[in-house]
């Protein structure tokens, strides 16, 4: 899901934290307080289970507020991995507890909406907890079996704003050949003074969601609106080839789409959902661990792909930010692969009309500009038994 900042944050903190396990949950399980110091604006659950597909968990956050106060439990999800019903989407048993459409669930201090708890200005969130309940089963069924695998918060807060005149130019597009070479905040300028050469950009498997435009149009729009659930489907295939249990006869692009679609959201893009059906273990545990963060730089994102780990972002960018695209957006996921000798950015972008044009390169500053909209926002996946590359910030953002 995007979110449009009205200024473009500079130095940002972004913080994950998190708990994980094997844990089995037996009726409910609350995590312990995970603490944000520099008091977040933004916090981003996910999780990782094991569990039969019609399992359904309820999930709620928690957050202490900066001036001592909580905000009680909010109801943020509930999630099983069954696939939508297509003849009446609205039936979806998986959904979030408020949309975009309505209002947000809001409580002292704090909003939530959708995939994302928002601190109510001036206020801050100083900590947060989480809470997986395990939804009763209809009478005379046994209880499913669930573990816990993986839980984390990824707490955000900007930094200080850029000069008004520069960010004025930027969203009205106005310096596009200038955005090029100077559309980085200081920090990620920093980082590029010391940037070391990238490695080649990795072999993800091109998908293009407009293959499906006119795939269960009535599951968030179809194709022409997945582009969560392609961009997930590029970095399962990069690392083992298909989705987790995906039929054979059936295109996995749909096939996950179905499966990450949220009723109330009406759409396919929820970031918790999407990494929670991704990150849905084998009974062994193993599989892919897969999470949302938010990263402090493009630097960050060539620690992870030098690391052999690519990673899907959300960008936000109009026509004339990004004439390269061929379109523009409010909100849109695509992967990072790798990066150029002179640090463009190489993506594979789903909003291609085929396959073959899927493949690009970005220039580095506008799309970081498009990038920061979301503050920065990716989803992480990788097999278990490949660790992360160190998180060279002094706040870990995996």
Same mark, same amino acid.
């Given at each position: 899901m995007m979110r449009i900042m009205p200024e473009l944050p500079h130095a940002p903190h972004s913080l994950l934290r998190r708990m994980t396990g094997p844990l089995a949950i037996e009726g409910q399980w609350i995590s312990p307080w995970a603490a944000f110091d520099f008091g977040a604006t933004e916090i981003v659950p996910s999780w990782n289970l094991s569990a039969p597909p019609e399992a359904? $968990? $309820?999930?709620? =956050?928690?957050?202490?507020?900066?001036?001592? %106060? %909580?905000?009680?439990?909010? @109801?943020?999800?509930?999630?099983?991995?069954?696939p939508a019903d297509i003849t009446t989407p609205s039936a979806t048993t998986r959904s979030s507890e408020s949309s975009v459409a309505s209002a947000p669930t809001t409580s002292q201090g704090a909003s939530l909406q959708v995939d994302t708890l928002t601190a109510v200005a001036p206020r801050r969130l100083t900590a947060a907890r989480l809470k997986i309940e395990i939804d009763a @089963? @209809?009478? +005379?069924?046994? /209880?499913?079996?669930? $573990?816990? &695998? =993986?839980?984390?918060?990824s707490g955000f807060a900007p930094g200080k704003c850029q000069h008004r005149e520069e960010i004025q130019n930027h969203e009205q597009g106005q310096n596009h050949a200038q955005a090029q070479n100077h559309g980085q905040s200081a920090n990620e300028q920093g980082a590029d003074a010391s940037r070391k050469p990238p490695t080649a950009p990795l072999a993800v498997p091109v998908r293009s969601q407009m293959l499906h435009a006119d795939t269960h149009r009535a599951v968030g729009g179809g194709g022409e609106s997945w582009c969560s659930p392609t961009s997930m489907v590029m970095l399962q295939e990069f690392w083992r080839g298909r989705p987790l249990d995906a039929e054979t006869e059936e295109h996995p692009v749909p096939w996950t789409a179905l499966r990450t679609y949220d009723a109330a959201y009406s759409?396919?893009?929820?970031?918790?959902?999407?990494?929670?059906? $991704? +990150?849905?273990? !084998?009974?062994?545990?193993?599989?892919? !661990?897969?999470?949302?963060?938010?990263?402090?730089?493009l630097a960050e994102a060539q620690t992870l792909t030098d690391g052999g780990i690519p990673l899907a972002a959300?960008?936000?960018?109009?026509?004339?930010? =990004? @004439?390269?695209?061929?379109? !523009? %957006?409010?909100? &849109?996921?695509l992967v990072i692969a790798g990066f150029t000798a002179s640090g463009d950015v190489v993506v594979n972008d789903p909003a291609a009309p085929d396959d073959s044009g899927v493949r690009r390169t970005y220039p580095? +500053?506008?799309f970081d500009l498009a990038w920061r909209r979301s503050n920065r926002t990716v989803y992480l996946v990788h097999p278990t038994d490949v660790p992360l590359p /160190?998180? /060279?910030a002094h706040e870990p953002a995996w």
């Open positions: 359904t $968990v $309820v999930v709620s =956050l928690e957050a202490r507020l900066d001036d001592g %106060t %909580t905000t009680g439990w909010l @109801p943020t999800a509930r999630w099983n991995d069954l @089963p @209809p009478a +005379g069924e046994t /209880p499913a079996q669930v $573990v816990l &695998h =993986l839980a984390t918060l759409r396919a893009g929820n970031w918790s959902f999407n990494v929670a059906h $991704v +990150g849905r273990r !084998e009974a062994d545990g193993q599989g892919l !661990e897969a999470l949302v963060t938010r990263l402090h730089s959300s960008v936000s960018f109009t026509s004339d930010e =990004l @004439p390269e695209a061929g379109y !523009e %957006t409010d909100g &849109h996921l580095r +500053g506008v /160190p998180s /060279p």
